[in-house]
């Protein structure tokens, strides 16, 4: 590209002309000659309509973008979620261990002092509870994060 | 108040709130740009597509960038799909009929929008950007993705072919 092409080019997209281009136009024949087709074709391009967006454009946005977002957010929770599940996972062998004894110590006592089925039965029910709490603990963990996500998000909010 | 890097990253958590923030900054120039390219037509589709994958690949935009780069680089690429698909079926009536009693546009309107339609998609994108977004050439650059040699090429040889059609 010459410094002609350089200097009409930037007449036609930056509108006046700057000390450069003015001086420019003055020393060269070839882009004074071309300067006012130019300058025509630049209000040419200027006349061509600013369109505005219409009403409401963002709401319908926004009601679209909504399974994208909750996505996002899902998303965005599972390193939190990852955290909070390894740290409850940590006391499991413990509390696994635990009931372990917990529940043969049960069986030994009322087997001892009741009919072994009885005790049996019994010692079944009380592990079947332990097994129940266990379970339900474990499954609110994705509650709770979700819960703790959305109050730090509010927080960040504010 | 926010910069709008700040906002997309609050968008990748999900955050509808600062979207909607970031689509009031950016809606005005983002529907004039589609508008221009597309000359008015399929521009809320258009528009709503760019911000559905803005949102979909928030969680992988670079911090180092410019959001504004980012955003329009999206829509300009949108813009170029959209010019290369088929052309649509035949009107429905009823649509010429909205048409015709829209306000007729002026000689200097079917102008521009005839020299802007006539030049090829990249220095279209190129004029655009440049002339009516007032963006420096480095930046309509990263948008369009190529070296800022490449935009002053396209920008003199759009120039070119303006002139000559303008030629009466």
């Not at chain 1, 700057?18 to 001086?23: F, I, Q």
């Not at chain 1, 200027?46 to 409401?56: M, N, R």
């Not at chain 1, 049960?106 to 379970?135: K, V």
């Not at chain 2, 670079?62 to 799909?81: H, K, Y």
Request: charged content about 25%.
């Amino acid at each position: 590209m010459t410094d002609c092409d350089d200097m009409l080019t930037t007449l036609l997209f930056r509108g006046a002309p700057d000390a450069d281009v003015a001086a420019h136009l003055t020393a060269c024949p070839r882009c004074r000659a071309e300067r006012a087709a130019v300058e025509s074709l630049a209000r040419t391009l200027a006349a061509a309509p600013v369109p505005a967006p219409p009403l409401g454009l963002t709401w319908r946005l926004l009601a679209a973008a909504e399974p994208l977002l909750a996505r996002n957010a899902r998303r965005a929770a599972w390193p939190t979620f990852a955290l909070a599940l390894a740290a409850a996972l940590l006391p499991l062998p413990a509390i696994l261990l635990l009931d372990f004894y917990l529940v043969r110590a049960a069986f030994a006592l009322l087997t001892a002092i009741l009919p072994t089925a009885l005790g049996a039965y019994l010692t079944f029910n009380y592990a079947a509870t332990l097994a129940l709490l266990l379970a339900l603990t474990y499954a609110a963990i994705p509650i709770f994060v979700e819960h703790q996500v959305r109050l730090r998000r509010q927080e960040s909010h504010a | 108040m926010a910069t709008d890097e700040e906002l997309i990253a609050a968008v990748a958590s999900g955050d509808g709130r600062r979207l909607e923030e970031l689509c009031r900054r950016w809606e005005r120039p983002l529907y004039q740009l589609i508008a221009r390219h597309t000359g008015g037509r399929d521009v809320e589709d258009l528009y709503q597509e760019t911000w559905l994958r803005v949102v979909r690949a928030a969680r992988r935009f670079d911090p180092g960038r410019r959001f504004s780069t980012w955003l329009f680089q999206i829509a300009t690429n949108l813009c170029r799909d959209w010019h290369r698909r088929p052309p649509p079926e035949p009107v429905d009536p009823a649509d010429a009929e909205a048409v015709a009693g829209a306000p007729a546009p002026t000689d200097a309107v079917l102008d521009a929008r005839r020299l802007l339609a006539a030049l090829p998609e990249a220095q279209r994108s190129a004029v655009i950007l440049r002339y009516y977004h007032d963006l420096p050439e480095e930046e309509v650059a990263a948008i369009l993705g190529c070296p800022r040699g490449t935009v002053k090429s396209r920008l003199h040889h759009a120039m070119r072919r303006l002139l000559e059609m303008a030629r009466p």
